[in-house]
C-alpha cells in the first residue's frame, strides 16, 4: 500500500517468470481514498484477487514437454500392464521452482500430468486384498488444514511468529505422529521443552528445537552465562495457539478432546526458578540518577543543532519517554496534531486514529499531560513548526516502517547501541534500553507519592501492580485531566535535567535524515 497526494495505491509485482503470461510487471490500482482505514480493508480485498490471478497464471505452465520415466512396473497374470509408476526429472522440478511455484502447486501439477499420460496406457487395477489407507490423520496433516483455513480467511501468508510456533510443535512431538495418539503427556512434553528455548532464537536459526537446546546448554556451561528462555506469558502463547489447533481438529471429528486445554505456564504459584530471576533481573533496568545526569548532558540536549547529524527525535524521544513512560514505538508515530490543548491543559494524544500507529496494550492508549519541563523546553512550538513544514507526523525523519516495530526501529537502535553504548559507554551486558525510561518514571512517581491508578494512568499500565481496577481512558473527564495534571508535576527531574537547553527556536527543521548513511555514523 503506497501513497500518493494523499491518495493510497495498491502495488504489488508480479515475479518475473510469470510477466510474460500475464503481459504485466506488476498490479497497480487506485484505492480511490484518503483514508487509512478504508485503504487497509481495500487491500485485502485486492491482495486476494491478485494472489488469484498469479495462482491460476502458475497454473497454466505447460507442461507439453515433461520428460517422465518409468521406474517400476507391474503385471497381472496375463503379461497385461496393470501399474506404472513414473516420475519427474530433477531438471524440470528445479525449472518449476525457480518459476516461483509452491512445491505443494508443483506436486499437483506433477500429478496432474503424469495421470493424463498414463490414462490412455495403462488401467489400474484394484486389488480386493489392497490395505486399505488409514484415515487417521497426522500432526503434520493437522497443521497443513490449519494453516490453510487461517490463510483463506486472512487473505495473506500466516505471520512468521505463528509458523514459528507451528514448526515448533512439529518438531517437539513428530511430524507423523497421529493426532488420535496424542495425549496430555505429550502437551506436558510440549511445555518442558519452550521452558528450554531461549527468547532470542536468531541466534541458532536453521537447527531444530531439541538441537537449539542442546547448543544453549553447552553455550551457558562454555561461556559462563545464563541465557534467557522463553517466559511463562511467552509459553502461554505458544500453548493457547497449540490448544487453538487441536480445537480445530475437533470441529473436523478427527479428535475427540483438547489435550492442551489445562496446559499452561503459570505466572504464579508454580512459576519456575529460571522465570523468578528473569523477572528480578528485568526489575534492575531502570536508570539511576547519576545514568539520567550522564544521558542528558551530552551535546544534543545541551547544544542541539551544532551538528549535522543532530536529529529532531534524538532530543524529544528521550525526553517524552522520561515523563510519560511511554514505550519508543507510540512515540515516534505522533503526529504533530497529538500534541494538543485539552481544555486549559497541553497533553500528548497516544491514540491509534491510523493504521501505522502503535499501541501494545489498549489501556496505553491514553492522554498524558504535558509536564511544564517539557513546555518550557519548547515541545508544543516544535510540533507547531514541524507541522508549518507540511509534515503530518512530529518525527517524519523516521520514515521506514514495519508492522513489529512501527517507526521505532531505527531510533531504539540509534538509542541504545549508538547513543548508550557507543558513545557514554554502557555496557553491552547492562539492560538498559529506551524502555528503561518507563521503569525509572516509576520509581520517580512512587517518591514524589503519587498514588498507584494515578502512576498507571499515566504510564498506561493495564493492571495495578496490587492487581486492583484501573482508572480507565474515558474518565479522563474535565475534573479527573487537572489531577493527572498536578500529579505529574510532582514529578521532578530537576537535578537530572539542569543542563538540558531549550530546543532552539531558530534551528531549522530537517523532516528527513541529514546524511547519506547517519546511522552507522
Known amino acids: 500500500m503506497q501513497r500518493r497526494n494523499g491518495v493510497y495505491y495498491f502495488r504489488k509485482k508480479v515475479p518475473t517468470k510469470l510477466r510474460g503470461f500475464l503481459k504485466r510487471k506488476e498490479f497497480v490500482f487506485s484505492l480511490k481514498t484518503k483514508d487509512a482505514l478504508k485503504a487497509a480493508v481495500l487491500t485485502k480485498l485486492y491482495a486476494g484477487e491478485v ?13 507439453k514437454n515433461i520428460k517422465t520415466f518409468i521406474n517400476k512396473t507391474k503385471f497381472d497374470g496375463n503379461g497385461q500392464l496393470i501399474e506404472a509408476e513414473k516420475r519427474v526429472d530433477a531438471e524440470t522440478i528445479n525449472a518449476l521452482r525457480d518459476s516461483g511455484l509452491s512445491a505443494e502447486d508443483i506436486a499437483e501439477l506433477v500429478r496432474l500430468h503424469l495421470t493424463s499420460e498414463v490414462s490412455e496406457a495403462i488401467k489400474v487395477k484394484q486389488v480386493s486384498d489392497k490395505a486399505e489407507v488409514s484415515s487417521e490423520k497426522s500432526l503434520l496433516d493437522l497443521i497443513n488444514a490449519f494453516s490453510k483455513k487461517l490463510v483463506i480467511k ?34 506436558d512434553e510440549v511445555r518442558s521443552a519452550l521452558y ?27 561461556e559462563k552465562k545464563t541465557i ?6 511467552q509459553i502461554n502463547n505458544h500453548l493457547m ?19 492442551f ?27 539511576t540518577s547519576d545514568d539520567l545526569n550522564l544521558i542528558f548532558s551530552s551535546q544534543i540536549f545541551t547544544d542541539f543543532g551544532s551538528s549535522v547529524y543532530h536529529e529532531n527525535f534524538n532530543y524529544w524521544l528521550p525526553l517524552i519517554g522520561l515523563f510519560s513512560g511511554t514505550r519508543i514505538a507510540q512515540i515516534a508515530s505522533l503526529d504533530c496534531s497529538d500534541i494538543k490543548l485539552l481544555g486549559r491543559i497541553w497533553v500528548i494524544d497516544f491514540n491509534i486514529d491510523n493504521t501505522k500507529k502503535r499501541s501494545k496494550t489498549f489501556k496505553s492508549i491514553r492522554c498524558v499531560p504535558i509536564h511544564s519541563k517539557l ?9 507547531k513548526r514541524v507541522q508549518k513544514e507540511g509534515e503530518t507526523r512530529l518525527f517524519p525523519e523516521l520514515s521506514a516502517w514495519s508492522e513489529k516495530n512501527g517507526f521505532s526501529r531505527r531510533a531504539g537502535d540509534w538509542f541504545r547501541q549508538k547513543y548508550l553504548i557507543k558513545n557514554l559507554g554502557f555496557t553491552k551486558e547492562s539492560r538498559h534500553s529506551f524502555h528503561s525510561f518507563r521503569r525509572t518514571l516509576v520509581t520517580y512517581m512512587r517518591v514524589a507519592s503519587i498514588d498507584e491508578p494515578t502512576r498507571n494512568e499515566i504510564v498506561g499500565w493495564d493492571v495495578n501492580e496490587d492487581k486492583a481496577n484501573i482508572v480507565v481512558r474515558e474518565h479522563y473527564t474535565d475534573v479527573v485531566l487537572p489531577e493527572i495534571k498536578l500529579a505529574v508535576e510532582k514529578i521532578d527531574f530537576s537535578n537530572e535535567l539542569s543542563r538540558v537547553n531549550p530546543f532552539d527556536k531558530n534551528k531549522a527543521i530537517f523532516g528527513k535524515r541529514p546524511g547519506r548513511n547517519e546511522h552507522s555514523k
Not at 275 to 287: N, P, S, T, W, Y
Open 261 to 287: 486445554e489445562d496446559v499452561r505456564s503459570s505466572v504464579e504459584g508454580d512459576k519456575s526458578l529460571r522465570e523468578r530471576v528473569r523477572q528480578k533481573a528485568a526489575g534492575k533496568e531502570q536508570f
Open 196 to 222: 528450554k528455548l531461549p527468547q532470542n532464537s536468531n541466534l541458532f536459526r536453521g537447527s531444530t528445537v531439541y538441537d537449539v537446546i542442546e547448543k544453549v546448554d553447552k553455550h551457558e556451561i562454555v
Open 154 to 187: 486472512r487473505e495473506c501468508e500466516l505471520p512468521s511468529e505463528m509458523t514459528s510456533k507451528l514448526r515448533r510443535l512439529i518438531e517437539i512431538i513428530g511430524s507423523d505422529t497421529k493426532i488420535s495418539d496424542m495425549t496430555i503427556s505429550d502437551a
Open 228 to 233: 534467557n528462555r522463553l517466559s511463562a506469558k
Open 241 to 259: 495457539l497449540y490448544s487453538r489447533v487441536i480445537r480445530f481438529a475437533i470441529t473436523k471429528g478427527w479428535v475427540k478432546n483438547d489435550i
Open 51 to 63: 494472489e488469484h490471478q498469479l495462482r491460476e497464471a502458475r497454473m497454466s505452465i505447460d507442461f
Open 375 to 383: 513546555l518550557e523546553l519548547g515541545i508544543v512550538e516544535f510540533a
